[in-house]
């Protein structure tokens, strides 16, 4: 009996072209996309998050984008647990899986599993929100420095997903995230997975990222930020705070120019990027970083050789 292919997992920064390397794959292979972006899972975010159209969808399927409200949660747990069920759904059908997406910490629990973390303290994130709305996100990162400076060197202090986590966990546990995560390892898979990192020389890339964000602009960015704030999706809320929303919505509030704000974009969107990029070099082998080209390439090898299961 043939072998099944291995789980194809497409990651790498924002804007080095994973979603165009599925579409090129899916010309000769019956591929069905599962999104590993944490923001293109919210319902009325299509631009800034690049999410693939409608029309594009229909070509390609696309699971996990458009299965939240912006006002609603979603975690790395639900991803894992979502992603699994797709999985199974596709193969089922004769067709092939594919996780397409730049979220580091989705990839890496999918691959390895969750570790034993406590579950979310909505009491705990608001109290931890509020510090972070009235002092900023760098506030927190001393008192993260303090309680566990091994988690703290990998977390930006911009970062404030990760520390208002990281310190629920602290608060909720009396254990450090570095003890949790040494615990449960992360060097045995629990996945059959291949894992194609798309490294790009970092100069283009920053190119890229600046033509794309002002086609975002003449897309329509500006008018897709006031539909959600018309909608009661306030700028405090956390998908709001997004590379590109927040800044838009300062332009809205008339607190930058609309040159300022494009600029602001680029640079955080650039800023994302290099921490993108220095996560991937800490958490993947080398042998998984590839050109698009030599991905393409290996990917078409290997799902012409080990066909899925039937």
Not at 29 to 38: F, Q, W, Y
Not at 43 to 68: C, N, Q, S, Y
Not at 113 to 130: I, K, Y
Request: with cysteine; aromatic share 8%; proline share 7%.
């Amino acid at each position: 009996m043939d072998r099944p292919a291995p789980l194809i997992i497409i990651t790498g920064p924002t804007g080095c072209g994973k979603t165009g390397l599925a579409f090129m794959l899916a010309q000769d292979h019956p591929l069905e996309v599962i999104s590993a972006d944490s923001m293109q899972v919210y319902r009325f975010m299509d631009i800034a998050t690049a999410k693939p159209t409608h029309l594009e969808r229909g070509r390609l399927p696309h699971h996990l984008v458009d299965i939240r409200n912006p006002d609603e949660a979603f975690d790395a747990g639900s991803f894992v647990s979502l992603a699994l069920e797709a999985i199974e759904r596709i193969r089922s059908r004769g067709r092939i899986p594919v996780i397409v997406g730049g979220t580091g910490l989705y990839i890496q629990a999918l691959i390895y599993g969750l570790c034993n973390a406590p579950p979310r303290s909505e009491t705990l994130r608001r109290a931890l929100r509020s510090l972070v709305d009235e002092k900023g996100a760098p506030h927190l990162w001393p008192y993260l420095k303090r309680l566990d400076p091994e988690i703290a060197a990998r977390v930006a202090p911009q970062d404030a997903g990760r520390l208002i986590r990281y310190l629920e966990i602290i608060f909720l546990t009396g254990r450090a995230p570095s003890a949790l995560h040494a615990r449960h390892g992360f060097t045995r898979p629990g996945l059959d997975a291949r894992l194609f990192c798309l490294n790009p020389e970092r100069k283009t890339l920053y190119a890229d990222i600046d033509t794309r964000v002002v086609a975002m602009l003449e897309s329509g960015l500006v008018q897709e930020t006031e539909r959600l704030l018309k909608m009661g999706y306030a700028r405090d809320l956390a998908p709001m705070k997004a590379l590109a929303y927040k800044h838009v919505i300062a332009y809205l509030a008339k607190e930058i120019s609309l040159d300022m704000a494009t600029t602001l974009i680029q640079r955080d969107t650039r800023r994302y990027a290099k921490r993108q990029l220095t996560w991937n070099r800490g958490h993947y082998d080398p042998s998984c970083f590839y050109s698009k080209d030599s991905a393409f390439q290996e990917i078409d090898r290997l799902l012409r050789y080990q066909p899925p299961p039937p």
